[in-house]
């Protein structure tokens, strides 16, 4: 995934406050969700970048096989503490 494609709520500075903004831990902005990152960026542990996350549809609802069992996920779950999580 390239960086242009990616928002503030990719990063792993980015702490979530309602649907809609943020909180950079960085910087200790207001930043809404969607927004462009920016040069403190750092890429967060997420479904969407691991090698075991499989057949996205176009919700973002796809399948993790790196775990004992198959199982349906989201791409945006945050998956810092995943044992199968093994980042593309």
């Known amino acids: ?29 207001l930043i809404p969700i969607d927004s462009k990152v920016c040069s403190n960026f750092k890429k967060a542990a997420k479904c969407k970048f691991c090698k075991n996350f499989k ?19 989201h791409e945006e779950l945050d998956a810092v503490t995943c044992e199968g999580y093994h980042e593309k």
Request: charge should be neutral; aromatic fraction near 6%; include cysteine.
């Open 1 to 29: 995934m390239e960086i242009k494609n990616l928002k503030h709520s990719d990063c792993f500075n980015f702490s979530r406050i309602d649907a809609a903004k943020g909180i950079c831990r960085v910087s200790g902005n």
């Open 55 to 73: 057949e996205a549809n176009k919700d973002g609802i796809g399948v993790c096989v790196g775990l004992e069992k198959e199982a349906w996920c």
